[in-house]
């Protein structure tokens, strides 16, 4: 095999390849800030790893109040939560989406693809899980200076991308096959 062509990948942290983000809650006493248009991500709906839409949604004066709006292909992850205790929740907007104060959001810097930086917290989920501590009530954390030591490998952009479109290809045949299995329980 001829070597001359690989490249040689950078290692960063995470803290270095993304600007950090924290979330919020509108009041639940306020009827007006709820059931609007705006996706609103939580600790408990953030189940996909493609972000499309959340179960509770925010209006306009929800996010004024309480809320941060994060772009598309924004990364959205759980930092606080029962469900640390055995998994890392991490998700790519698809769309503009709020989201709230369990979750962290990082959006990627230039040179970085956030679909890429998605895929490498995904694969890393068990060294996450390696920082989780404890919070009151033994809910689980992620201290974000801890994640922000994180160590990220970092191909140049092409390579990123390059991978991110086969990661993402693949991840549309699992859906695929997702849908097929449930068709065909349904059907037997």
Request: hydrophobic fraction near 40%; glycine fraction near 8%; aromatic fraction near 8%.
């Amino acid at each position: 095999m001829d070597f001359s062509s690989v490249s040689i990948w950078d290692e960063t942290t995470l803290g270095e390849c993304a600007d950090w983000f924290s979330g919020g809650t509108p009041s639940t006493t306020e009827p007006e800030y709820w059931d609007g248009a705006i996706p609103w991500i939580t600790a408990s709906s953030l189940h996909e790893f493609y972000l499309w839409d959340s179960e509770r949604r925010i209006t306009e004066l929800g996010l004024q109040n309480g809320s941060r709006l994060m772009p598309q292909n924004a990364i959205i992850f759980v930092v606080r939560g029962m469900s640390l205790k055995s998994e890392f929740r991490v998700g790519i907007a698809m769309r503009p989406m709020a989201f709230g104060q369990d979750c962290k959001s990082i959006i990627a810097k230039d040179g970085v693809d956030s679909r890429f930086l998605a895929n490498v917290l995904r694969a890393k989920a068990p060294e996450i899980l390696g920082l989780v501590d404890e919070a009151s009530h033994g809910t689980g954390r992620l201290q974000t200076q801890a994640l922000q030591q994180l160590s990220v490998p970092l191909p140049p952009l092409k390579e990123q991308q390059a991978i991110a479109c086969i990661l993402g290809a693949l991840d549309d045949k699992i859906e695929v096959n997702r849908r097929m299995n449930g068709t065909l329980e349904a059907m037997a």
